[in-house]
């Protein structure tokens, strides 16, 4: 048994498998690319705390959408969005999208009732990357009830609503399909790298029918100082310190959460009665050692029984 917050060793074997899940192209263009890390190895970073990665649990295994969102380059959007694919219901059709040509032949056969887009930036950067029509086609079909999870470049909520409104020609409807957004922020310091989910957004209607959003969470303290420009840069900006930042803790909303409860069609106390379980359950995992990305995997298939010890086989 290893020590209760320590991830395991992950081997070879069980890296390539993970890589193996996603298309070529999927984590981007790197010298090396990022080892995949699970939704418990996530939360021993501090990126995320347990409330919030149930949170984003009970969303996604309903196949409802997230946008990840980062100005600067390694915040951790792709390695988290390809950790939250963990949480998905059996049964998900995985549909990988890329590049700007629209090509949504395979709505004849997949709907959304067993189909969660993935895409892993929504930008102009690269030619692989979605834009234009295809970008446009996703956000409308996340409006519709399809679910979506993708990542883009903003430095806040306002900054991704006039991106994706202003430039792709988003309605409220379809900015509504994106259940919640997520505000990484990351750069470098003296000290080492920071990188952590700042703010987490509901995406939601008003009773007149315009995009309202409420805030879910946020880090105590305030945000980090903007990164505007930084998405263009081949490594995160040197800041003289994090502020302090990397030991606030994540402040949540409860009416905020009230309202992500209709959303999803629940009363309050049902989903507060939800995410506290699921909270439990991923802690647990943490306390057991179960933390490489296979047995995380395997343990979230097997919900709501606990394994009570890693995996044979599944550290080196």
Sequence with gaps: MHPAGVPRTVTPRMTSQRYARF?????????????????VEIMTTGSIDARLMATLWAVVS????????????MAGKT?????????????????FLRGWAQDYGWLDEVGPERGYM???????HLPIYVWGRNARAALALAGRGYGLGATMHADSLPEAIECLGGELGASDADLSGLTVY????AYRTPAGMYRRCEEVWHLRLDARGRLAPVRLAAIAGGRSPTMTGAQRLPAPPLLASDGGRRRQPFIHEPEAYAALAGSLGLAPEELEAELAE???????LEMRGICDPASVAHALAEYPDLPDQP???ASA
Excluded: C, K
């Design 182 to 185: 997520l505000q990484f922020s």
């Design 62 to 73: 309903r196949r409802r959408s997230v946008m990840l969102s980062s100005e600067s380059p």
């Design 311 to 313: 995996r044979e086989g």
């Design 79 to 95: 390695t988290t969005l390809s950790a939250l694919v963990d949480f998905l219901p059996a049964g998900t059709v995985a549909v």
């Design 278 to 284: 699921r909270a439990a359950f991923l802690t647990a």
């Design 23 to 39: 298309p070529e192209g999927w984590w981007g263009y790197h010298w090396v690319p990022p080892r995949p890390m699970s939704a």
């Design 118 to 124: 993935l895409i892993n930036e929504m930008s102009d």
